[in-house]
């Protein structure tokens, strides 16, 4: 197993846990993502690092009506994001769907970037879901540095495009995870900052 799909495995399986923990009266909440509630970034994160992340794997388009559906409105929507987590790792697990590109309507991207980038999406995301609702986004070492990597060798680039802004300093011996948290431009103490 590759270390991209060994961090994925692990982010998926967490990503199902925080899913799990967040409660119906915490959905209008504020989130580290300041354009998003709780409620919109829960649509954004199914959405994209699950059934995107299928999609990708399968070289299909994401279908139109999964974008405007809020999936929080079912009650068991963390159940149910989950199972659709493993299916996305699932459809990552097979070989043949690490070569070659994939098309991402904008450019044709090598397909081990293109399940890099979206590991970070489940990854960071979690974390301001983990975040915004009293929870942790609890990783090992490993997945935590394969995420850093991914994070700073790409970061220009998605600032760029505006998935990313300007870096948060952190103290020298952070752990990886939070470096690329930190990195991405995430405010790190965000939670402190609100109760202040």
Wanted: aromatic share 8%; net charge negative; with cysteine.
């Amino acid at each position: 197993m590759n270390k991209i799909l060994s961090a994925m495995t692990e982010c998926a399986a967490e990503a199902g846990r925080v899913a799990r923990g967040v409660r119906p009266e915490q959905l209008s909440a504020p989130t580290p993502c300041t354009e998003f509630d709780v409620r919109t970034l829960i649509n954004h994160w199914v959405l994209y690092s699950a059934y995107g992340l299928e999609c990708r794997a399968r070289r299909r388009a994401i279908p139109d009506d999964l974008s405007a559906r809020d999936f929080t409105a079912t009650a068991d929507w963390a159940e149910e994001y989950a199972a659709q987590l493993d299916r996305a790792v699932q459809a990552w697990s097979e070989p043949a769907v690490w070569e070659g590109e994939i098309d991402l309507g904008w450019a044709s991207t090598p397909a081990s970037d293109v399940a890099g980038m979206l590991l970070a999406e489940l990854a960071l995301h979690g974390w301001d879901v983990a975040t915004a609702t009293g929870q942790e986004f609890r990783i090992s070492a490993a997945a935590a540095t394969t995420i850093e990597e991914i994070v700073d060798s790409s970061a220009e680039e998605y600032r760029s495009y505006g998935m990313f802004v300007a870096a948060v300093e952190v103290a020298d011996g952070t752990e990886p995870f939070v470096r690329a948290v930190a990195a991405s431009g995430r405010n790190t103490q965000w939670a402190a900052s609100i109760r202040a």
